[in-house]
């Protein structure tokens, strides 16, 4: 199981943890942010590949914001699979 920090850009939430075990996302924890969304979000990932839920997640916008939470955690995701 490897853990990982990240720290978004552009939203409101401060900070993300990650829990992956062999590709597959076990935990997710936003410090932050609107928190029945963050954690919404991160619920519904749970169990999923790390690879499905970028593909889910990138590129959705919050408002007129370039970028979103899920967004965010898509993006920490790719930086956790390329350190992993």
Known sequence: MKKFHYIPR???????????E???I????????????????????VGMTADEAIRRLSGIRCGFKPTSC????AKALTEALQNA
Request: glycine share 18%; proline share 3%; aromatic share 2%.
């Open 26 to 45: 076990r935990e997710v924890q936003f410090s932050g942010g609107c928190s029945g969304n963050t954690q919404g979000v991160a619920a519904l990932v």
């Open 70 to 73: 899920p967004d965010q955690l």
């Open 22 to 24: 062999e590709g597959v």
């Open 10 to 20: 552009g939203v409101c939430s401060r900070g993300i943890d990650i829990v992956l």
